[in-house]
């Protein structure tokens, strides 16, 4: 069996059973102007990664591998979209309100779209998610059965919070997942340190953790 060189040991590639999970790339949450940046975030943090997370988008393109894209949004009448959700915190833009990019985490609008150089291509699955985690309240597990898959390898963004999230659901259901980490980051440094040591502590408790380099050339040459 094929291997990626990992911490906190190699990861045991199934080829055939892998798919790309891209998390929550969006205008929003990387773009001046959007809800990151109005929550008082640096969104530069998050731009910096779009070469490696495409790197890894191209790496499974051509590998034949799946590729599914994530964007936390909601609906229109906010029917999907708790008030403790909407009402945390004391940002200047909230949930559903009016910004710069239209309604802030709403289906359909510009800032919920994924940034243009990560786009969906034709085939590729898109999983619209009202909570940090992708499993919720989303077709993804039934996706993911349907296509007997096993392993994920995880990009995106904010590695505490919606990539964690999604790991630890993953890991619950058995799957096995690999953080892509040039490919993830948090607008906190010291975030994104604390969640790779959570993720891998106690060998790989919730997964593992790779290059971008090594996982392409892993599934390369799988």
Same mark, same amino acid.
Request: aromatic share 6%; hydrophobic share 40%; with cysteine.
């Given at each position: $069996?094929?291997? +990626?060189?990992?911490?906190?040991? =190699?990861?045991?590639?199934?080829?055939?059973? !892998? #798919?790309? %999970?891209?998390?929550?790339?969006?205008?929003?949450?990387?773009?001046?102007?959007?809800?990151?940046?109005?929550?008082?975030?640096?969104?530069?943090?998050?731009?910096?990664?779009?070469?490696?997370?495409?790197?890894?988008?191209?790496?499974?393109r051509?590998?034949?591998?799946?590729?599914?894209?994530?964007?936390?949004?909601?609906?229109?009448?906010?029917?999907?979209?708790?008030?403790?959700?909407?009402?945390?915190?004391?940002?200047?833009?909230?949930i559903?309100?009016?910004?710069? $990019?239209?309604? +802030?985490?709403?289906?359909?609008? =510009?800032?919920?779209?994924?940034?243009?150089? !990560? #786009?969906? %291509?034709?085939?590729?699955?898109v999983?619209?998610?009202p909570?940090?985690?992708?499993?919720?309240?989303?077709?993804?597990?039934?996706?993911?059965?349907?296509?007997?898959?096993?392993?994920?390898?995880?990009?995106?963004?904010?590695?505490?919070?919606?990539?964690?999230t999604?790991?630890?659901?993953?890991?619950?259901?058995?799957?096995?997942?690999?953080?892509?980490?040039?490919?993830?980051?948090?607008?906190?440094?010291?975030?994104?340190?604390?969640?790779?040591?959570?993720?891998?502590?106690?060998?790989?408790?919730?997964?593992?953790?790779?290059?971008?380099?090594?996982?392409?050339?892993?599934?390369?040459?799988?």
């Open positions: $069996m094929a291997e +990626v060189k990992a911490e906190p040991f =190699p990861f045991p590639l199934k080829r055939d059973k !892998l #798919a790309l %999970i891209v998390i929550d790339m969006q205008r929003d949450f990387a773009e001046r102007g959007g809800f990151g940046e109005s929550l008082g975030n640096d969104v530069s943090r998050i731009t910096k990664i779009v070469p490696d997370v495409k790197r890894l988008i191209e790496g499974f051509s590998a034949g591998l799946p590729v599914i894209h994530t964007m936390e949004c909601h609906r229109p009448d906010l029917s999907d979209l708790p008030a403790a959700k909407r009402n945390r915190g004391g940002p200047v833009l909230r559903g309100d009016e910004g710069p $990019m239209g309604r +802030v985490l709403i289906a359909g609008e =510009p800032g919920t779209a994924i940034l243009p150089d !990560l #786009a969906p %291509i034709d085939g590729e699955v999983i619209e998610k909570g940090k985690g992708a499993f919720y309240a989303t077709p993804l597990g039934d996706i993911l059965k349907d296509r007997g898959i096993e392993q994920l390898v995880f990009a995106g963004v904010t590695t505490e919070v919606c990539v964690q999604t790991m630890r659901e993953a890991n619950d259901r058995g799957y096995e997942c690999l953080l892509a980490e040039e490919a993830t980051e948090s607008y906190f440094p010291e975030f994104k340190r604390a969640a790779i040591a959570m993720i891998t502590a106690q060998g790989a408790i919730v997964g593992w953790v790779a290059s971008v380099n090594a996982i392409v050339e892993g599934i390369a040459h799988a």
